[in-house]
């Protein structure tokens, strides 16, 4: 019965995290709970896995990544690989991309470069954006700290073998497949959108405006107000009272209290202001002008979830949602009341004190790139790439545990104040934290129950028909769609006890597996949901879904069949 149980609750997360749109960690410390509800395991368990010494090297390395992203280099660098030729351009950034990317936080390398790269004067944004975020993926792979999904992986085998994954263990594999995937980008490039269609789209705001009492539009029709020719603004909904009336039609009287709900560019919403009694928050705070600032909303802000109105944006950010966009989807209703999610753009007007509000960078990429700048100096540039240096070397030569180097450069960091305690508290990926340990301890359950042997020996048949080469390509093709469905850091925690127990049920070295789970958690090339660059980008370059299958699926074929052909080559089974 204790089988069962925790066989429902693995296929009930794997289920909720496909379908649903609960956040993943709700959904895999719920998971966890429950398996401590049905006794599998116990606090203690729970706690041990929570303080995983691979757990915790991840950890320390998402807050380093603090002071990392702000390094000058990668921007400074990129104002020169931008040429008239796209495919010159595309190899001197993809190339760039991938270098950092072995080493810095892949969205803060695509953050820091997506700004600047939409505004080169040579080509489309929507040319080079997505390139970018393939190739930041791309670079991941090549190191242990390269991207979290390595990181997660080499922490569940930590958990039952007491060693990771060496630092360059990846190298040997991912090189040549990132080298293949970058070709494959080269010769894809021509499917991606390059007219003004696809800029505009981004542009392509929901905003929202409210009838005044006094308002002179008050008892005339939408088309005697003049509403309906605004040339780029069009009135697409009306909410009186909290009935939604789409479309609007021409003969409509306005009343006092409407909100009329407008799509367009939004940075033309400055029309609406000759409308006498037409108001917004904005403009009632006196913040619409000249300082609209566009922001896209970063994977784990805090104010994901929440509707406008619930985050209370304008105490947080010192800014008010003039407009909201959001690909794929047609939103409607009252602007205040959607919920938001990853990846939204948002055109704020922003006050004084925007700019110096620290928490910026931990929910926006901010699209402005004058604004939230906080670039190092060249003496502190040169300390923090020096400490980093040293802490991955001293751990491939063994000297220290690349926690412990991590942890002083840490302490480096903060000495050197590239940032404050109340900042990095703020930064802590306590999101991540609560995934991989409830992950570890889910996967201890299904041991404890028994559940995994007993599927084991349901499975041998079918596993003593395949050869090992066979297998391998099953567990890597599992971990691929996985990815593509849910999240990377979802698919590895859970593909990982999968893949290593296949491996050691049928008397092959598992290294082979362990090592197809971590790079087929991070090949995201079919979807924007999967990885979190392929999600920023989405709206910054105005790309639909299916862009993302034209471009992506032959770096998909190519990345992964060199993973496939080398990985039995480098880990014998």
């Not at 351009?89 to 953050?111: E, I, Y």
């Not at 700290?145 to 060693?163: A, C, H, P, R, Y």
């Not at 002179?216 to 509403?227: A, D, I, K, S």
């Not at 950010?317 to 939204?344: T, W, Y």
Request: with cysteine; proline share 4%; hydrophobic share 50%.
């Amino acid at each position: 019965m204790e089988q069962v149980v925790i066989a429902l609750i693995v296929v009930a997360l794997i289920g909720s995290l496909i379908f649903s749109r609960w956040s993943p960690p709700l959904l895999f410390s719920g998971a966890m709970a429950a398996c401590v509800m049905v006794g599998s395991i116990d606090l203690s368990t729970v706690m041990a896995k929570a303080t995983n010494e691979g757990l915790v090297t991840l950890l320390l390395l998402l807050m380093v990544s603090l002071g990392l992203e702000r390094l000058p280099w990668l921007l400074s660098l990129s104002h020169y690989v931008v040429r008239r030729s796209l495919p010159k351009t595309l190899l001197g950034l993809s190339g760039m991309t991938m270098l950092f990317s072995a080493f810095v936080n892949n969205t803060a390398v695509v953050a820091t470069l997506a700004g600047t790269l939409r505004k080169n004067p040579y080509h489309a944004a929507s040319q080079i954006l997505l390139p970018i975020s393939y190739a930041a993926i791309l670079g991941g792979t090549l190191t242990l700290i390269g991207t979290s999904t390595n990181l997660i992986v080499s922490s569940f085998l930590e958990d039952l073998t007491g060693n990771g994954i060496a630092f360059f263990a990846f190298l040997p594999v991912a090189l040549p497949a990132a080298m293949a995937g970058l070709a494959a980008m080269l010769l894809m490039h021509r499917v991606l959108p390059a007219s003004d269609e696809a800029f505009a789209q981004t542009h392509d705001f929901l905003i929202e405006m409210v009838v005044a009492d006094d308002s002179r539009l008050v008892g005339n029709t939408v088309l005697e107000n003049g509403l309906r020719d605004l040339g780029e603004l069009f009135l697409v909904e009306l909410v009186r009272q909290g009935r939604l009336m789409t479309p609007v039609m021409p003969d409509e009287h306005l009343e006092a209290g409407d909100r009329l709900i407008f799509s367009g560019d939004v940075t033309k919403v400055g029309i609406l202001e000759r409308f006498h009694g037409l108001r917004s928050f904005a403009l009632d705070q006196g913040l619409l002008g000249t300082n609209l600032t566009e922001v896209v909303l970063l994977p784990g802000a805090p104010v994901i979830g929440l509707t406008i109105k619930q985050s209370e944006f304008r105490s947080r950010f010192d800014a008010a949602v003039v407009g909201l966009h959001r690909d794929g989807e047609r939103l409607s209703g009252k602007l205040g009341n959607i919920s938001l999610r990853a990846g939204d753009s948002l055109m704020l007007a922003v006050g004084a004190d925007f700019q110096k509000r620290s928490n910026l960078s931990r929910n926006f990429l901010v699209v402005d790139n004058s604004v939230a700048s906080h670039s190092l100096s060249t003496t502190k540039s040169v300390i923090t790439a020096v400490g980093m240096t040293a802490a991955v070397g001293c751990s491939i030569v063994g000297w220290v545990p690349l926690s412990t180097g991590l942890m002083f450069l840490l302490l480096l960091m903060l000495s050197l104040k590239l940032f404050s305690a109340a900042e990095l508290r703020r930064r802590f990926p306590f999101e991540m934290w609560l995934i991989v340990s409830s992950a570890l301890a889910i996967s201890q359950a299904v041991l404890n129950s028994g559940l995994m042997e007993t599927a084991m020996l349901g499975l041998s048949p079918l596993l003593a028909e395949l050869s090992p080469t066979m297998v391998l390509v099953l567990i890597y093709a599992v971990t691929l769609a996985m990815t593509e469905l849910m999240t990377n850091n979802a698919a590895a925690a859970l593909m990982f006890p999968i893949g290593y127990s296949i491996a050691v049920t049928t008397g092959l070295e598992p290294m082979a597996f362990v090592m197809a789970v971590a790079l087929g958690g991070s090949a995201s090339f079919l979807t924007p949901y999967g990885y979190a660059t392929n999600l920023m980008v989405q709206n910054l370059g105005g790309y639909s879904r299916q862009d993302y299958i034209r471009f992506g699926w032959l770096v998909s074929l190519a990345y992964s069949s060199v993973v496939l052909l080398l990985l039995p080559r480098v880990f014998p089974f």
